[in-house]
Every structure is written in structure tokens, then in C-alpha cells.
């Protein structure tokens, strides 16, 4: 996977990647993914092209536990997102959904740095300043759901999550 880096900062709550505001299109998700990260970068949701990457901080998707927020990123074409660290429930509905959340310190990735994430190898390159960021790989159970597209489409093929 590449793509560009797109940067945030800590504390990026579900409130910020789905704006409560919009709360009436939690029915129509393409609508309402317009306005995804609108919050915490306005030009983010118009300007985000498929297979870019959120970049952040500490503790992303903290708050309620709506899946609409990962859902509504993942429609926005982010291939993963990248964080010092994330919420529980988030991180795990993002799994469930088919979206690589990856761990790792994001303190020299800048805004609009080419990235490029080796899942399987734990490992995000970064092309724009010629650097190898390891990460501590995910289980296999979750790499298995992610290859699916997500735990439903996983069920579905495999029946149940043993392993």
C-alpha cells in the first residue's frame, strides 16, 4: 500500500471524523462521509484521494463507539491510518471493517509525506524522507480479516473466527 500522508494531531474523536452535526445521514453514509474529518481539517474529505493514509497522534477515535467513523474514512478511500495509539472499540471496529489500523510513533511523518505500509513485514516507509518505521505486526487473526475485507466478509467465507 502507498499513498500520501494526510496529518492529525491527538485526541481526534468519532465527533471529529462524524460531525454530530450530521447525525440525520448516519442513513446515508456516502452523504455523510463527505464531511468525514471535516471537523479537526476542512479540506480533508474534499481533497483525501484514494489510498492515502490518516496520520496521527494519541488516542484516535476516542469517544462514542459509532462505526459510522471508520466506515466513512474507509469510504473516503484511506487504505489505513497510522497512530501513536488508538481507542479500543475503534481500533477494533476499524479491523472489523477491513481497515489496517497500524501503531507506530508518527512524530517524523509530515503532512503530505509518500508512505508506503508493508502490512505482513511491520513495516511504514517513508519516502519523502528515506526512513523504515517498524511496528509491531497485527495478530493473525486480524491480518486474516483484514485479507477478507473486513469480519463480516470473513464469517461469511470461513463460517466462524477459528483459527
Avoid at 467513523?69 to 471496529?93: D, E, L, Q, W, Y
Avoid at 526512513?131 to 491480518?143: A, G, S
Wanted: proline share 5%; aromatic share 8%; glycine share 10%.
Amino acid at each position: 500500500m502507498s499513498g500520501r500522508a494526510w496529518k492529525f494531531g491527538d485526541g481526534i474523536s468519532t465527533d471529529n471524523i462524524a460531525p454530530g452535526r450530521y447525525f440525520h445521514l448516519r442513513s446515508n453514509l456516502p452523504e455523510l462521509s463527505k464531511h468525514c474529518l471535516e471537523d479537526a481539517r476542512q479540506d480533508f474529505a474534499s481533497d483525501v484521494t484514494a489510498g492515502d493514509f490518516v496520520v496521527a497522534g494519541k488516542n484516535f477515535g476516542l469517544g462514542s463507539s459509532r462505526e459510522h467513523a471508520p466506515i466513512i474514512i474507509k469510504m473516503r478511500g484511506i487504505r489505513a491510518i497510522i497512530a501513536k495509539s488508538f481507542a479500543r472499540i475503534f481500533f477494533r471496529n476499524c479491523i472489523n471493517i477491513g481497515l489496517p489500523a497500524v501503531i507506530l510513533d508518527t512524530d517524523e511523518i509530515k503532512d503530505g509525506d509518500r508512505l508506503e505500509i508493508d502490512l505482513s513485514g511491520g513495516k511504514v516507509i517513508d519516502h519523502s524522507i528515506k526512513k523504515d518505521m517498524k511496528f509491531p505486526p497485527l495478530p493473525v487473526e486480524m491480518t486474516s480479516i483484514l485479507k477478507e475485507g473486513g469480519l463480516i466478509p470473513f464469517v461469511k467465507k470461513y463460517g466462524d473466527l477459528r483459527f
